[in-house]
């Protein structure tokens, strides 16, 4: 209610970021290791341990990757979002007064987290999608 409209998106900029970057960076670890440990078979089943395996090992990736753009996020939807004018002047800030690590604060937290969620969602993938293969083959 006191910071109208432009509070509702506070963080709209960094959320869409983060989120786009995390399943760009998941998507493609995912599929390149799947693919190297098929041998370049993509019809070669790996099973869910080594598809686990990998889905855990996006995750950390994604931890990784986006992990500064999380923290701006986070930080433009806080309490203390009034601080910054914008995504920008977010990481500008953060940027100057903390300094470069100050973008990975969470990061241990968040990959103990991440990692298991990552690999559980794409063992499930795997799964769903051989399940619907099989419901409704397409060759």
């Not at 900029?13 to 399943?23: F, I």
């Not at 930080?75 to 910054?84: D, I, P, V």
């Not at 953060?94 to 604060?105: M, N, S």
Request: with cysteine.
């Amino acid at each position: 209610r006191h910071q109208g409209i432009r509070g509702t998106y506070q963080g709209l900029t960094s959320t869409v970021m983060k989120q786009g970057s995390n399943q760009m960076i998941r998507f493609f670890v995912f599929n390149n290791l799947k693919l190297y440990v098929q041998g370049g078979d993509r019809n070669k089943d790996i099973g869910a341990v080594k598809t686990f395996a990998i889905g855990g090992l996006a995750g950390a990736a994604s931890v990784f990757g986006n992990t500064p753009i999380d923290v701006v996020k986070t930080r433009m939807q806080g309490l203390e979002a009034h601080l910054y004018k914008s995504t920008l002047d977010c990481f500008v800030k953060i940027w100057k007064e903390e300094g470069f690590l100050a973008f990975y604060k969470g990061t241990i937290p968040r990959m103990g987290r991440v990692v298991f969620d990552v690999a559980f969602v794409f063992t499930l993938y795997e799964k769903t999608m051989k399940l619907l293969d099989w419901a409704w083959p397409t060759q």
